[in-house]
């Protein structure tokens, strides 16, 4: 079975938020092929679980000053912080097809690929479920996230070539949240570049061919139709909204507000 490969280098994050939800919604309707996507963001970002309140997960005083992007994606999981020293890919297929429906089976399928990869560069990995993550001598090196829109499912990720631990524990509120039990984010995470692994494109084809063969399809090089672009241009305006940014925020304080009580008229 044939997808599409499309590798976007660097993007700006809240673009790519957009992007992925323009192809998914393709896909699902049958008018852009099954696709898998590798970005990288051109400056530092947060991607906010689409449930999660910013208040609870994120300093946003610090991202304000430091000018990081605060970017609630349309899929599930929790917060990430990311950089341009992450390989970011988006898996996204039809539902009913070589992706299962079950979530937690999607989660295997596809991360296999990621240990696959890992295993090929001669580290080795794990998919640790109970976390959405692939780790590695212990520690993580892939978190991932979920969605389903209009009959296409996405799983998104991250693979660590480096990390700015000292910023990340900046912005998050919770760096250890998404971790298997460690007094620090920098006990529990590890990098490529730790296990002396440096090459980004090396690291990119191998992980391509680790989805390729966990998938049981081989990809073709492409690059997005005028379609997509069109409505990923068209979503963005949502993506850099503050009301999309924070709505799960805005609905938590309408919640909390006091009704205002009828006046009787005598």
Request: hydrophobic content about 40%.
């Amino acid at each position: 079975m044939k997808w599409r490969f499309i590798d976007l280098e660097m993007i700006d994050g809240f673009y790519s938020a957009a992007l992925f939800e323009s192809i998914a919604r393709q896909v699902g309707s049958g008018s852009s092929p099954e696709t898998i996507l590798f970005w990288r963001v051109r400056s530092p970002v947060v991607y906010l679980g689409y449930h999660q309140c910013v208040e609870d997960e994120i300093h946003a005083d610090v991202c304000n000053r430091r000018n990081i992007g605060i970017v609630r994606r349309i899929l599930g999981g929790g917060c990430g912080f990311c950089d341009e020293n992450q390989v970011l890919y988006s898996v996204i297929g039809r539902e009913g097809g070589v992706i299962p429906r079950d979530i937690q089976s999607a989660y295997t399928k596809v991360l296999t690929g990621v240990v696959i990869a890992l295993e090929t560069l001669g580290e080795g990995g794990e998919i640790e479920p109970a976390r959405i993550a692939v780790y590695s001598n212990g520690k993580k090196i892939s978190g991932n996230a979920q969605g389903r829109i209009d009959g296409a499912v996405l799983i998104n990720g991250s693979l660590l070539m480096d990390f700015d631990f000292e910023l990340m524990d900046k912005v998050l509120k919770n760096p250890t949240k998404n971790l298997r039990p460690v007094p620090s984010a920098r006990e529990g995470m590890i990098t490529l570049k730790e296990m002396g692994t440096t090459d980004i494109e090396k690291v990119k084809k191998i992980l391509r061919q680790g989805f390729e063969k966990a998938l049981d399809i081989f990809t073709e090089d492409s690059i997005l139709t005028l379609s997509e672009i069109d409505l990923a241009n068209q979503l963005l305006d949502k993506y850099v909204r503050n009301d999309w940014t924070y709505r799960m925020d805005i609905k938590r304080a309408l919640r909390k507000k006091p009704a205002v009580p009828s006046l009787r008229q005598s």
